[in-house]
């Protein structure tokens, strides 16, 4: 009996996905569980696994082929065996009648291999079209790591430059897809920039006093909390306080309405090889130091290795983002529709700053926020930027909430 295969149903968000790999060609044996297909969706990579045993019977949408929630992907004959699994069955009941023990050990096909990928493995594999039969992981048992299959592709990529380099004053270019991750990144950064009414305010934050208490518990922290003390954990809590004191950053439009969200869900954007992915932080009012910093760390192992969820990149009534993990200096973010706010961070710059008559050298920051003013008033924003940075120039106040 055949059984369909399909595309799982998708979040409202999500309307369609493409089809990044088939693991299974028709003809192949599949075990319960076994990982079909990768679905690629504007928000993250859908693994697709075989509900029963069987053999691929047909394979109905291909490679790069953009398809809807419930829409039939493959059929599947449950039960069945594929020809090449009977004949090895076959072969190993005849070598058991006839006591052969000297079987060569049975090696790892290029498929096993493949199987034993992670999705964001697999998708490095098949854009650089490698063969990775040849290589040995240096993951735990030997697992084949990303870092893998970049240095392969790296010497891949050297060898071919080798053997065909192009002629002086060649003006060679290469024409790639554009990922729907990105596809829907650049819509949704028109949309806000049509839609909204993006103003953009500044400040500088002290960062010494932050850096001197990090300096003195970090170590403490980490033997009893099981985690690093970053700056993350200080500037999400100082973004949680000043969004109680200022609820119309927290909010969003929907409509002709305003909703007032009496929670405050952070996202916290985190750069992947897919692009820019921002996984949120629920009820951060909540939350510990050591509870922000164990999340955010969570979050930037799942986003390097694909496997952030939609539910981890749902919602959020605010977001922060990093550009100073980078180098940048200064920067404009833009808002991360629906929400009416963002905060932008950027790097640690010595700069001499004038403090009581005498100039200092102090490790500055520069903070953005960027805000819809159809929804906060350029007061609001100002003394909510203002909020943050006293915050963190005096983290006492975080622990007093004052």
């Not at 305010?201 to 006093?209: K, Q, S």
């Not at 916290?268 to 629920?282: F, Q, Y």
């Not at 799942?302 to 200096?329: C, H, Q």
């Amino acid at each position: 009996m055949s059984m369909e295969i399909k595309v799982p149903v998708l979040p409202e968000s999500v309307a369609d996905a493409t089809i990044v790999t088939w693991h299974k060609k028709p003809g192949d044996s599949v075990a319960e569980g076994e990982n079909l297909v990768d679905l690629e969706t504007d928000k993250v990579v859908l693994e697709v696994p075989s509900p029963v045993d069987g053999v691929i019977d047909d394979i109905v949408e291909a490679e790069g082929a953009v398809v809807t929630a419930n829409q039939v992907l493959a059929m599947i004959k449950e039960g069945a065996v594929s020809e090449s699994t009977a004949k090895t069955e076959q072969a190993d009941m005849v070598g058991a009648t006839d006591n052969q023990t000297n079987t060569p050990e049975t090696m790892p096909t290029t498929n096993d291999k493949a199987d034993a990928l992670s999705p964001a493995v697999r998708r490095a594999v098949a854009e650089n079209d490698l063969d990775i039969s040849g290589i040995k992981g240096s993951g735990k048992g030997g697992r084949i790591l990303k870092a893998d299959v970049a240095a392969l592709a790296k010497q891949d990529n050297k060898t071919t430059a080798t053997q065909a380099l192009p002629v002086v004053g060649d003006r060679v270019e290469e024409r790639v897809p554009m990922s729907r991750l990105r596809a829907r990144i650049a819509e949704r950064l028109v949309q806000v920039q049509q839609n909204a009414a993006i103003l953009t305010t500044f400040n500088e934050v002290n960062m010494r006093p932050v850096m001197d208490l990090r300096a003195q518990y970090k170590d403490v922290f980490e033997k009893r909390h099981g985690t690093k003390l970053g700056f993350m954990s200080f500037f999400t809590k100082a973004v949680s306080e000043a969004l109680k004191r200022f609820p119309a950053v927290n909010a969003s439009i929907d409509g002709s309405d305003i909703i007032y969200h009496g929670y405050q869900d952070i996202g916290i954007a985190v750069s992947s090889d897919r692009g820019l992915v921002v996984p949120v932080l629920r009820n951060v009012e909540n939350m510990s130091f050591a509870d922000i910093e164990r999340d955010i760390r969570e979050f930037s192992a799942k986003a390097r290795d694909g496997k952030l969820s939609l539910e981890e990149m749902t919602g959020g009534t605010f977001t922060i983002t990093n550009g100073g993990v980078f180098g940048s200096l200064f920067s404009t973010p833009i808002i991360n529709a629906p929400q009416s706010a963002i905060l932008g961070m950027h790097a640690i710059k010595e700069r001499p700053m004038a403090v009581d008559g005498e100039v200092v050298i102090l490790p500055m920051m520069y903070l953005a926020l960027s805000y819809d003013h159809r929804i906060v008033d350029g007061k609001d924003s100002v003394q909510f930027l203002v909020s943050v940075k006293e915050l963190i120039e005096d983290p006492a106040r975080l622990l007093l909430e004052i």
